[in-house]
């Protein structure tokens, strides 16, 4: 079995539904997508099963939502960590950051926005430096931007408003 994963039984039913329960992205404010989320056709076909973020090497990488550690380590040379979120049901939703250098443990607890590690500089399937985002349910891959809010996906620039029918304060003596 691989790190961080749970062996689910054959038969059981596992829910795909993600609640929008991230209060940031992994990196930055609102990283450009460099390649967004294909799930694959089969569990063993071709497809992108997360999401890759715009990120320098050294760019702090946090959770985005809170958790327990289930995995920080290496995987096929590259540092990967993995929480499990809290109260997602069971099995809990889990996310997965590479290539990441861990600033964590196993079984640690963090909290949303809590750095986890630091994207590494390495050759990646990216054409320039990323960071890949994952979620799985189990072991059903699942679009890690459903996790944002709909006012943290697309938030753009900030408008004012006219506001009308408020009478302007009273001059002052």
Not at 56 to 64: D, E, I, N, Q, S
Request: charged share 20%; aromatic share 6%; net charge positive.
């Amino acid at each position: 079995m691989r790190p961080g994963f749970r062996d689910i039984p054959a038969g059981t039913e596992v829910p795909a539904s993600v609640p929008a329960i991230a209060r940031s992205w992994p990196v930055g404010t609102h990283p450009g997508v460099l390649r967004g989320w294909d799930p694959p056709p089969t569990p063993y076909a071709r497809g992108h099963r997360g999401v890759d973020l715009a990120a320098p090497p050294g760019t702090p990488v946090r959770a985005v939502a809170p958790g327990r550690v289930s995995f920080a380590g290496r995987v096929a040379g590259k540092g990967v960590v993995s929480l499990e979120l809290r109260e997602t049901g069971d099995p809990p939703l889990r996310t997965t950051y590479e290539p990441v250098r861990p600033s964590v443990k196993k079984g640690e607890e963090v909290e949303a926005g809590e750095v986890v590690g630091m994207v590494e500089p390495t050759a990646t399937h990216c054409p320039t430096s990323c960071l890949h985002w994952g979620l799985l349910r189990g072991r059903t891959y699942l679009d890690p931007l459903s996790l944002l809010p709909p006012w943290l996906l697309h938030r753009g620039p900030s408008r004012l408003l006219p506001v009308l029918g408020v009478p302007l304060p009273a001059k002052s003596p």
